[in-house]
């Protein structure tokens, strides 16, 4: 599954950069270890996705990764559609924890099955975690990323990744 070769790349290449944004950085360590402690956040709310809506940052991975600890299916979200089509976007993919990240902020995206939360405060909560959660088991045909098309008429499709690798 994805969070394995994450593992992978960690034990082997753990004080590499993984991901930059700007002067920030992550290496394959630190974002193991923070996609596992934000799987075991994530698995706390009660989700059946984690819904990604904002512009990339450092949280971006580490939702990723976290959805992949959390054995559910991360769903980003193109927060240059209108209001109303991430309203219906959102309804499809309920119950599901929507994190919002720079370009998706000020807008009320709380709806029944929808809970949000500031993607930069699940990476704050996340840094200098002492104890590494254990992620949970993924099976090779669970989902890893529902993304959704943008055709040209009609309704998003969406398109189904599996964990297999």
Known sequence: NILMLLQMAADAHGDRIAVSCGEQTLTYSALYQQACQAGERIRATGARRVAWLGESSLA????????????????????????????????????????????????????????????????????????????AFCAPEDIAVQLFTSGTTGKPKAALLRQAI
């Open 60 to 135: 971006t991975p580490v939702a990723l990764f976290g959805a992949a600890a959390a054995a559910l299916p991360y769903v980003p979200l193109n927060y240059r559609l209108t209001t109303e089509e991430l309203e219906g976007l959102l309804d499809r993919v309920a119950p599901a924890l929507l994190l919002t990240g720079a370009g998706a902020a000020g807008k009320a995206w709380e709806r029944a099955g929808i809970e949000v939360r500031n993607a930069d405060t699940l990476l704050d909560h996340t840094i200098n975690t002492k104890n590494l959660a254990e992620p």
